[in-house]
């Protein structure tokens, strides 16, 4: 007798909030590649006949992209998300190489992710600056995504949840009350390792999370904003991270450059249940 089966009858999702899977493409494609893979994706997901209304799709392109991008969504009328990889914590002025968030709200993103731990780690990011940039990204009307996560040396030392905590209390106060930002929590050494977290440990994280936004930003905030989780996320694990009560979605790296892995990563409702 199959065991599973019981598991997989159960509802995956237990919460009103609609599950969002965004895949960042990271420093990869230019632009003609870049609208090469939309068209493959939407291509994939409307044959899968996907309803962008029960899971949000959002891509994130570089940015000499997302004009190409932009373009393409809205000739095709897809539904597909765009967001930014990155934002200025400044409005405008002299800040050479620098995107400000009415750029990318004119190219007409919707999200922008702040805090990656590549920005972090390999750009000397500071809390403060993540917290600036992700004021900056909601001025201008566009959602952060705050990226939370530890080290493995963190992991060891202070155990999972106690970084990514200081590192969202940070980033949340810089906001308005009424902020709306998405969290993705992505431990650092599950980057790009091919080592994804279980789920019960990106539960733990996530639970933690959720408790500590309803006393940063109270109990309807707290329970309206989706929390993602992110490393090393594929087809074959997608389903059991979004089978967790505070897992709202997933923020996918190298598995969102191939059209047709993350089709089935967004399908993931389809290709646990056989529905
Ligand atoms: C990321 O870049 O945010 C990420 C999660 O990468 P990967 O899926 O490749 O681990």
């Not at 997302?66 to 400044?90: C, I, N, W, Y």
């Not at 780690?121 to 909601?138: F, I, T, Y």
């Not at 993705?184 to 279980?198: C, H, K, L």
């Not at 109990?219 to 996320?233: F, M, P, Q, W």
Request: proline content about 4%; some cysteine; overall charge negative.
């Amino acid at each position: 007798m199959n065991e599973q089966i019981p598991e997989l009858r159960e509802p995956l999702l237990q919460t009103d909030r609609v599950p969002l899977i965004a895949g960042n493409w990271k420093m990869n494609l230019d632009h003609l590649q870049a609208i090469a893979l939309v068209q493959k994706l939407s291509w994939a997901l409307k044959d899968a006949r996907h309803d962008y209304g029960e899971t949000e799709v959002a891509v994130f392109p570089p940015f000499t992209d997302l004009r190409s991008v932009q373009t393409l969504l809205a000739a095709d009328k897809l539904s597909l998300v765009l967001g930014a990889q990155d934002v200025s914590p400044h409005e405008s002025g002299a800040y050479t190489g620098d995107i400000s968030a009415a750029m990318l709200a004119k190219l007409e993103a919707r999200y922008v992710l702040v805090g990656h731990s590549e920005r972090r780690h390999g750009h000397g990011e500071s809390d403060e600056l993540v917290g600036q940039k992700a004021l900056a990204a909601h001025r201008a009307g566009l959602v952060p995504m705050i990226c939370v996560g530890e080290t493995a040396e963190d992991l060891e030392e202070h155990g999972a949840a106690a970084i990514p905590l200081a590192q969202l209390a940070a980033a949340v106060s810089s906001l308005p009350k009424d902020a709306e930002f998405v969290i993705a929590y992505e431990p650092v050494w599950a980057i790009g390792s091919g080592q994804a977290a279980t789920p019960e440990q990106a539960e733990e994280v996530a639970k933690a999370i959720r408790e500590s936004l309803r006393d940063l930003c109270g109990d309807e905030r707290a329970a309206a904003t989706r929390i993602l989780y992110g490393g090393s996320v594929a087809s074959q694990n997608v389903a059991g991270f979004l089978r967790q009560p505070n897992v709202d979605g997933a923020l996918v790296g190298g598995a969102s450059l191939k059209s047709d892995e993350f089709a089935k990563i967004v399908q993931f409702k389809k290709h646990v249940t056989g529905a």
